[in-house]
């Protein structure tokens, strides 16, 4: 079946390190400079809206990393890592470390008609309460967002929380979702780099009809696109505790 959207990383995929900060990323951090203001179209600027964007609202890629279906700003000393479902190799999401703290993203269908980031929300805030976490659904720089206390198992076998941040942007039929950890997930300062990515990326629709939650498809930068279709046999079913494997390949 399609993926669908799911609130947490997708059990079973590995990630896959392309950069990362320091003396050896020299020569990737010239590739994907800061992105600086974005070049929006003049519909945005008339309306006064911030990102993220739809393609068609963006002038050019600029300094944006192309992923596929999704322009993703480039950060200085940022880590980014491509998530990749094990049994279809089909990547998944992509996540960014930056300064102790990390954004997962991922895009997907939406009807025309309407949005759905209210729907996954209250998905989102069951799914959390049912597995012993809590949830809090309050206002954000990006509209409704979910402050969530993850059940987590302490180094010393405690049971203790670990906080996250579920934020969303309803586009034209289609669907960003973010989920940030670590100290950005209560510290707003440091919130605030992770915040001007998520604002900043660019979504790539395509114009082929798609169910509702249907995950867009991704690529590694410098890679050939998957095919933009479903893939049979994948679902992206929410497990916010489970990380897969992970494949760590520094450049």
């Known amino acids: 079946m399609p993926s669908r959207a799911a609130p947490g990383t997708p059990e079973g995929d590995e990630s896959v390190a392309l950069f990362r900060r320091g003396s050896k990323d020299a020569a990737a951090s010239a590739q994907h400079p800061d992105p600086g203001t974005p070049e929006v179209g003049d519909d945005a600027q008339a309306a006064g809206r911030t990102g993220p964007w739809d393609a068609d609202e963006v002038a050019d890629r600029g300094a944006r990393v192309d992923l596929g279906a999704i322009w993703l700003p480039g950060v200085q000393g940022m880590e980014l890592r491509m998530e990749m479902d094990q049994k279809t190799q089909r990547v998944t999401g992509v996540g960014i470390s930056l300064d102790g703290s990390a954004l997962q993203l991922q895009a997907f269908a939406a009807p025309r008609s309407e949005g759905i980031w209210d729907e996954i929300r209250d998905e989102i805030a069951q799914s959390v309460t049912k597995q012993g976490g809590s949830v809090d659904d309050v206002p954000g720089p990006f509209g409704r967002e979910l402050l969530a ?36 997930a209560i510290d707003v300062e440091a919130a605030a780099a992770l915040e001007a990515v998520f604002a900043d990326t660019v979504v790539i629709r395509g114009t082929d009809a798609r169910p509702p939650r249907d995950l867009l498809a991704l690529a590694l930068p410098g890679k050939p696109r998957a095919a933009d279709v479903p893939t049979p046999g994948t679902d992206n079913g929410f497990d916010p505790l489970t990380r897969g494997p992970e494949i760590t390949e520094i450049r």
């Open 149 to 184: 206390r993850l059940p987590a198992r302490t180094p010393d076998g405690r049971t203790g929380h670990r906080p996250a941040r579920f934020i969303g942007h309803d586009g034209p039929r289609w669907f960003l979702r973010g989920v940030i950890s670590g100290k950005a």
